[in-house]
C-alpha cells in the first residue's frame, strides 16, 4: 500500500517523560530550527494538492501519516486545525494516521460531524508509562472513535494495561524503545509482558523498533538506528488475532 506524510503544522512542547528525546526536537537542533514554535508548513495542502492534470497527487487508497512533527491536537493549530479538518472529510478515499499525547483536547476539537468518528481516521495514543497509561486511556476509550491504537513508544516501565484491552475499541497496541544517543532502556521483559496482556486479551500486538538500548536477561545491548526496527521485527512476537 502506497504511504505518505503530511505535515500540516511544525513545532510541539514536550508535556510528559516520553518526550525527553524526542526525535523532531533532535532533528530540528541540529537545524537551528526552534522547535517550540509551532507554525504552519508549506505542505498545509497537500491531501487536496493537484498535478497538472486536475488529479489529486496522492493517490486513492494510500494511508498518510498525520502530523508527524508536532500533535495534531496541540492547541497553537487550533486557528488551523478546521481547514484540516477539511481536507480530511474531502479526501475520505485516503486513510489517516495520527499519534497524540493531548487526547484530552479530541472532544473539544472534533468537527461537527464526527459522529462516532470519521471511518478514514485512526488514533493512536501515546502512554509511555503506567502514569501516563491511566490518565490518558480512561479518555481515550470514553471517546467515539473509529479506529484506535494504543503507543507505548518510547517505553520507559512495565505498563499494566488489562483494563484497557478493548477487543471492540482497541485495533492495536505497538511497543517500542527510544531511539537516540541519549535514549533510556527498554526492557525486553516489559514489552514481552505487554504482549502476554494483549494475547489473553485478544488484541493485535507489534514490536515496532528496539530502540537504541534494549535490556534482555540483564544484559543491555547497544543497537544502532539502522537495525532497530529490522531486530525488534527478528523477535518475531507480533501477535494476531484469529479474524472471525
Known sequence: MTKYTWNPWHGCH????????????RSDSGRDIDSNTVRKTSSFNRPVSRD?????KLKSGAEVGLCFTSDFLIDEADKWRDEAWDMIRERFDLNFLFITKRINRLADVAPDDWGDGYDNVAIG??????EMADKRLPVFLSFPIAERYIICEPLLGP???KEYLLPEKISEVIVGGESGN??????????????????????????HQTGARLRKNGKVYRILRRHQHSQAKKAAITFRRKKV
Open 159 to 161: 505498563i499494566d494495561l
Open 52 to 56: 497538472k492534470y486536475g488529479s489529486y
Open 125 to 130: 495514543c501515546t502512554c509511555e508509562n503506567q
Open 182 to 207: 541519549e535514549a533510556r532502556v527498554c526492557d525486553y521483559d516489559w514489552v514481552f509482558d505487554i504482549r502476554n496482556q494483549c494475547i489473553e486479551a485478544g488484541v493485535d500486538f507489534s514490536f
Open 14 to 25: 514536550k508535556i510528559s517523560a516520553g518526550c525527553a528525546n524526542c526525535y523532531m526536537f
